[in-house]
T-cell receptor, first 115, second 112 residues
């Protein structure tokens, strides 16, 4: 079946512009995560959505970052007034069960470059 | 929150040899320990996981061992092949269990 879909796959933007990244999770998956991966680095947690519960935003690096999940499915991650240090691959993942005790299915990511 | 440390950061092995990657975690309430493999330019994919009620799990050439007392777990790859070359990440969920904290990754290079 279809996996986690992310768009765009690549995004180049000028410093100071806003960007929106989209994630379409696997159908039926209730948990959705955003992670950030800088070049050659590990996976940095950003935000977690579970059903209708309030999201865990504890990983968002600044108030320029926000995310929403509409109808328990598609999620968008918005970065306002982008900075060069925001350049990274943004990975979305979904899983079947509540919490992190089940496998995560990652999308291919959005490579964001801020010039 | 959970803190996961992973060693080594890079590992070079000869084809056919074994590779071992070790991770330590800080939160004794963590009860699920997955390993992900990320090939160059691709998404991370789960290769094996273990829950805290077992000490070892094996799947063909890969195995994971868990020592809850010492709060560490390891990935073992036997008879390494060039296609095993990738970055491997360990992870643990912590007490809240609502997000995975990943280790820093190990870049494995299998030399033919």
């Amino acid at each position: 079946g279809a996996g986690v879909s992310q768009s765009p796959s690549n995004k180049v933007t000028e410093k100071g512009k806003d960007v929106e990244l989209r994630c379409d999770p696997i159908s039926g998956h209730t948990a959705l995560y955003w992670y950030r991966q800088s070049l050659g680095q590990g996976l940095e947690f950003l935000i977690y959505f579970q059903g209708n519960s309030a999201p865990d935003k504890s990983g968002l690096p600044s108030d320029r970052f926000s995310a929403e999940r509409t109808g328990g499915s598609v999620s968008t991650l918005t970065i306002q007034r982008t900075q060069q240090e925001d350049s990274a691959v943004y990975l979305c993942a979904s899983s079947t069960r509540q919490g992190a005790n089940s496998p995560l299915h990652f999308g291919n990511g959005t490579r964001l470059t801020v010039t | 929150g959970e803190n996961v440390e992973q060693h080594p950061s890079t590992l070079s092995v000869q084809e056919g040899d074994s590779a071992v990657i070790k991770c330590t975690y800080s939160d004794s309430a963590s009860n699920y320990f997955p390993w992900y493999k990320q090939e160059l330019g691709k998404r991370p994919q789960l290769i094996i996981d273990i829950r805290s009620n077992v000490g070892e799990k094996k799947d063909q050439r890969i195995a994971v061992t868990l020592n809850k007392t010492a709060k560490h777990f390891s990935l073992h790859i036997t008879e390494t092949q060039p296609e095993d070359s990738a970055v491997y990440f360990c992870a643990a969920p912590g007490a809240a269990g609502n997000k995975l904290t990943f280790g820093g990754g190990t870049r494995v290079l299998v030399k033919p």
